[in-house]
């Protein structure tokens, strides 16, 4: 039987991974990558499968017939807001590889600001010797907000680091060794923690959620002076400029942002200068393109077998 033909559309920045992995994966079965000039005009309406990151707006139009949607990330907030989208399952990329990137980022920044680090680097650049009070980790409670995928590896890495963690998240959890939360229980969850870390996905729940009433209440006597706010999930969660005030104010005392309301951050953002606010462009965990392709076999193969889905997202909650 002939495999019908998969469509990529994948507007990543470097386009160099996505030609090498696509030498590598989807033997037997015609590939349409939209990348490639000669495929500019190409029919596509004998397609069923797409992977996506940013597509061409008249994609789904041009592509009428998909029966499965892969996102070639984690998060689906841009495509589910895609005009036309086909009423077909969204099928999101989970995998080791991405999870363990994205917990690399939340232990070093943790850390990070544990460690003091901005405060050294300042002191070193002045030729200081001077040494700071030094909490560790056990006396830190790190709160997670979203407990999916990303969010318990990261909790099970920084618990092996002798932080105390605790986690919130929409429907109630049972993670051994972490006590966590519901949405009934979010002030209760803020006024234990001393390093906030945002891992949710953008919703019309999560928008603007980070903001100065949120960062009001963490914990205020906490051992690093002031709580830090740590964000990896979506940059819509977060109000910037209540970020700023709150670092204004000392209701922050450091951040880490690896996403931002407008990417890039534009040049005039205040967060830039700030000395304990690391800014990274939106590369805590970067999908492995070779991991993507491999997860899209599988599911298609799946669903091919008459096997159900797996990490379909749930149109109506948004993730
Ligand atoms: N910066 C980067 O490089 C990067 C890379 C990959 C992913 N991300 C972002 O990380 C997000 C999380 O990824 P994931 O794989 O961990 O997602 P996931 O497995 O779908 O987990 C999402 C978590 O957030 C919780 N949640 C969702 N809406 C909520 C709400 N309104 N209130 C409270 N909790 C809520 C969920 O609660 P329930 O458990 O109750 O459902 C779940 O625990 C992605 O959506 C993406 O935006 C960023």
């Not at 939106?282 to 159900?308: M, T």
Request: aromatic share 8%; proline share 5%; charged share 25%.
């Amino acid at each position: 039987m002939t495999k019908s033909p998969l469509l990529i559309d994948l507007k990543f920045s470097d386009r160099a991974p996505v030609v090498a992995a696509l030498k590598r994966h989807f033997a037997g079965r015609e590939v349409i990558d939209l990348g490639a000039a000669e495929n500019a005009g190409r029919d596509l309406s004998d397609c069923r499968y797409a992977v996506l990151w940013q597509p061409d707006a008249d994609l789904f139009s041009r592509a009428p017939n998909l029966d499965v949607l892969f996102s070639g990330g984690a998060g689906v907030d841009k495509i589910l807001a895609l005009e036309g989208l086909p009423d077909a399952p969204l099928v999101r990329f989970v995998d080791p590889s991405l999870t363990r990137r994205m917990s690399e980022y939340v232990v070093l920044q943790c850390l990070y600001h544990l460690r003091q680090v901005a405060a050294y680097r300042a002191s070193q650049k002045a030729r200081g010797w001077q040494s700071l009070p030094q909490p560790e980790a056990g006396a830190v409670t790190v709160g997670i907000m979203g407990l999916g995928e990303l969010g318990r590896d990261a909790a099970a890495k920084l618990k092996m680091m002798g932080f105390n963690v605790i986690g919130w998240s929409r429907t109630a959890k049972s993670i051994e060794g972490i006590e966590t939360f519901d949405e009934a229980g979010r002030d209760a969850f803020l006024a234990r923690t001393d390093i906030l870390v945002g891992l949710l996905p953008l919703t019309a729940e999560t928008t603007g959620l980070f903001n100065l009433a949120l960062f009001e209440k963490l914990k205020r006597d906490g051992p690093l002076g002031a709580p830090v706010f740590i964000n990896a999930g979506r940059g819509g969660s977060q109000v910037e400029a209540d970020i700023a005030a709150a670092l204004d104010r000392g209701l922050l005392g450091g951040a880490s942002l690896d996403v931002f309301e407008t990417e890039p951050l534009p040049a005039e953002s205040p967060l830039w200068e700030r000395e304990n606010v690391v800014i990274t462009p939106h590369v805590a965990a970067d999908s492995d393109i070779g991991a993507l392709f491999a997860h899209v076999e599988r599911q298609i193969a799946r669903f091919e077998a008459g096997e159900p889905l797996e990490h379909v997202v749930g149109r109506k909650r948004g993730y």
